[in-house]
């Protein structure tokens, strides 16, 4: 796929595009609070390979290509936000893209969420890999734990092959912020009534970021047809440590859409 740097209201975000057939939906992959474009690897390849569907990642701001955050201090609905940022990028698309699948992990599953809670008409369906509705005790141990890393391993010369310079704001930027006091009470289950299009739900049973919770609330609260896909003994990467079953399963699902 060729990248190239889309302007969307004077910030300049890294995207790539590939449409290959104007009558096929389009999956937007979102990616996780330390991922980027290229940590998708060939997974987005693959699945619109499998699928026969178009495919855009893209750069949230701060990260990969994309222009660098303003500052590391992030407001409590920062994915809520996320969720408007993607609106407006695929405005600026337009009209190539029509038909949106979201394909999200991590907070961007949690941002796929949001977007199709708050702009039901873009989307056709979602795939929530890992994603969070609400803050949980696991969680901060899991950041606890990779903050630990990044003072004590090689996390940080990992991370600036795809990040370059901005990796201290946004490992702060996800550390800090969700360690807040006042993040504690974050929560999205409100909005999950709002959600009406079809929603694949993949977790690790041995996630280190969340339990099963996630999963069952979110898959109960929706109002559209909602299904669940748990990997036993995979953690919270399911597309790197399981690909072809979630390949599999994905792909089954986007399917089944059709």
């Known amino acids: 796929m060729n990248g190239r740097i889309l302007e969307v209201k004077g910030q300049k975000f890294y995207i790539e595009y590939h449409n290959s057939d104007e009558k096929r939906p389009t999956i937007v992959f979102l990616h996780?609070?330390?991922?980027?474009?290229?940590?998708?690897?060939?997974?987005?390849?693959?699945?619109?390979?499998?699928?026969?569907?178009?495919?855009?990642?893209?750069?949230?701001?701060?990260?990969?290509?994309?222009?660098?955050?303003?500052?590391?201090?992030?407001p409590v609905n920062y994915m809520e936000l996320?969720?408007?940022?993607?609106?407006?990028?695929?405005?600026?698309i337009e009209p190539d893209i029509e038909d949106v699948i979201l394909f999200g992990h991590s907070d961007g599953g949690t941002i796929a969420l949001i977007m199709a809670a708050v702009y039901p008409e873009w989307v056709r369906a979602v795939v929530c890999e890992a994603g969070h509705i609400f803050v949980e005790d696991v969680t901060l141990k899991g950041v606890y734990d990779a903050w630990e890393a990044y003072k004590t391993t090689n996390l940080p010369e990992r991370l600036q092959k795809y990040h370059g310079d901005k990796v201290d704001t946004l490992f702060r930027a996800w550390t800090e912020t969700w360690t807040r006091d006042d993040y504690r009470s974050w929560n999205i289950e409100h909005l999950l009534k709002h959600i009406t299009c079809p929603l694949l739900f993949i977790q690790g049973e041995a996630d280190e970021y969340g339990t099963l919770d996630q999963v069952e609330k979110t898959v109960s609260q929706v109002s559209g047809r909602a299904e669940k896909y748990i990997i036993p003994g995979i953690g919270h990467t399911p597309h790197k440590e399981a690909p072809e079953l979630v390949l599999l399963r994905a792909a089954q699902f986007i399917k089944s859409l059709q």
């Open 32 to 74: 996780d609070s330390l991922g980027s474009v290229q940590l998708w690897r060939d997974f987005p390849t693959r699945l619109c390979e499998a699928t026969g569907c178009n495919v855009l990642v893209y750069d949230r701001l701060g990260y990969g290509k994309s222009d660098p955050m303003p500052t590391h201090e992030r």
């Open 82 to 92: 996320e969720a408007h940022v993607l609106h407006d990028l695929l405005l600026e």
